[in-house]
T-cell receptor
């Protein structure tokens, strides 16, 4: 059963535009929400992460918006660049008990056109 | 610090064989998690080891196993390989168990023929 739903599956954005990727979850025990960026042939790399007590976190061109009541969070990439073309994964961690593993969304393949 | 390293990077096996993959975590990290990545199922958690003990296990059959050594290096083993085991196997390390930041290695691409 998929616990983190990510959309869209693919996204094409013009250079300089804003890329927006959305994720939704059901498990209220999730307490940590990271975003990973993965280039072909590479492992995922942590991009930015947020905890549910914060509604927004910004690092450079990357912003996470978090809506706890709606159980949704999103990644915004401002001034998107061709070098941002990659697959992005949202994830969530169940902080309850001993389960510390990450549960990933299915991924969004972003293409930024020059 | 050097990142997470995984060996081998590519592996081709035939059905019924077994395979062992290796992961060296970032120096000082004591937790190692393993994930399977496939186009259809995405990234799925296999298991986590911390201080040589398995702490968590995902929903995979018993053919998938792992271990961790005293130097935190970890191996995972898949026995009686099936075609569906073809995947990218990723290892991630973190400083403590159930911690925030997991750093991933480049993965081992396993192809089962």
């Amino acid at each position: 059963q998929q616990q983190v739903k990510q959309s869209p599956q693919s996204l094409i954005v013009q250079k300089g535009g804003i890329s927006i990727i959305n994720c939704a979850y059901e498990n209220t025990a999730f307490d940590y929400f990271p975003w990973y960026q993965q280039f072909p042939g590479k492992g995922p790399a942590l991009l930015i992460a947020i905890r549910p007590d914060v509604s927004e976190k910004k690092e450079g061109r990357f912003t996470i918006s978090f809506n706890k009541s709606a159980k949704q969070f999103s990644l915004h990439i401002m001034d998107s660049q061709p070098g941002d073309s990659a697959t992005y994964f949202c994830a969530a961690r169940d902080g309850g008990g001993s389960q510390g593993n990450l549960i990933f969304g299915k991924g969004t393949k972003l293409s930024v056109k020059p | 610090k050097a990142g997470v390293t995984q060996t081998p990077r590519y592996l081709i096996k035939t059905r019924g064989q077994q395979v062992t993959l290796s992961c060296s975590p970032i120096s000082g990290h004591r937790s190692v998690s393993w994930y399977q990545q496939t186009p259809g199922q995405g990234l799925q958690f296999l298991f986590e080891y911390f201080s040589e003990t398995q702490r968590n296990k995902g929903n995979f059959p018993g053919r998938f196993s792992g271990r961790q050594f005293s130097n935190s290096r970890s191996e995972m083993n898949v026995s009686t390989l099936e075609l569906g085991d073809s995947a990218l196997y990723l290892c991630a390390s973190s400083s403590t168990t159930s911690t925030d930041t997991q750093y991933f290695g480049p993965g081992t691409r396993l192809t089962v023929l």
